[in-house]
Antibody, heavy 121, light 110 residues
Framework: QLQLQESGPGLVKPSETLSLTCTVS??????????WGWIRQPPGKGLEWIGT???????YYNPSLKSRLTISVDTSKNQLSLKLTSVTAADTALYYC??????????????WGQGTLVTVS | QSALTQPASVSGSPGQSITISCTGT?????????VSWYQQHPGKAPRVMIY???DRPSGVSHRFSGSRSGNTASLTISGLQSEDEADYYC??????????FGGGTKLTVL
């Protein structure tokens, strides 16, 4: 059974870099059948798509975050990572990693991690 | 990119049907057959209930159905049950190769 587990520092100072890891178990992150994404949710607010990395290595980012964002995959560790630079209080959120099971629909996230809360302060 | 528009809240009594709308534009909801709906209970991760506008993942009750008319997608829940009380989010693929979510709708089962 596929499991995704986000990890990283719960507290980041303003202007610093937020780095998160998502460890995938029960499946291979390098499978050509899947792509991987990050979504966040500020406390008490709605979901915001951060970005998606395709099996090919191509990445697509939320335009509002693109200049500060890097999403990558480490196949040797079966991990997905997110780096967001120059963070502000507006980046405080619960960060989720998720799997995209379709080559045709990049908008379908079928498995999610439990999320990790990051506070910028 | 602008968030898709959803009503902030809807409510219904057990056994009734409710519909949640999700309005986008001709560059997202109206263009692609790539609209998803997610259910989120408090403190839990979202769960996909509908994908590709009308398709249900295995394990999702047939009481949940999706549709679309023009730039507006809809999620209908029939035979409302107490466990359906949750937040619901729509999302769509866009012409910019990005994904956009709706603001979310809180469903209350009276």
């Amino acid at each position: 059974q596929l499991q995704l587990q986000e990890s990283g520092p719960g507290l980041v100072k303003p202007s610093e870099t937020l780095s998160l890891t998502c460890t995938v178990s029960g499946g291979s992150i390098s499978s050509s059948m899947y792509h991987w994404g990050w979504i966040r949710q500020p406390p008490g607010k709605g979901l915001e798509w951060i970005g998606t990395i395709y099996f090919t290595g191509n990445t697509y980012y939320n335009p509002s975050l693109k200049s500060r964002l890097t999403i990558s995959v480490d196949t040797s560790k079966n991990q997905l990572s997110l780096k967001l630079t120059s963070v502000t209080a507006a980046d405080t959120a619960l960060y989720y990693c998720a799997r995209v099971p379709s080559d045709f629909d990049p908008n379908w996230f079928d498995s999610w991690g439990q999320g990790t809360l990051v506070t910028v302060s | 990119q602008s968030a898709l528009t959803q009503p902030a809240s809807v409510s219904g009594s057990p056994g009734q049907s409710i519909t949640i709308s999700c309005t986008g534009t001709s560059s997202d909801v109206g263009l692609y057959n790539y609209v998803s709906w997610y259910q989120q209970h408090p403190g839990k991760a979202p769960r996909v209930m509908i994908y590709d506008v009308i398709d249900r993942p295995s394990g999702v009750s047939h009481r949940f159905s999706g549709s679309r008319s023009g730039n507006t997608a809809s999620l209908t829940i029939s035979g409302l049950q107490s466990e359906d009380e949750a937040d619901y989010y729509c999302s769509s693929y866009t012409t910019s190769s990005t994904v956009v979510f709706g603001g979310g709708t809180k469903l209350t089962v009276l």
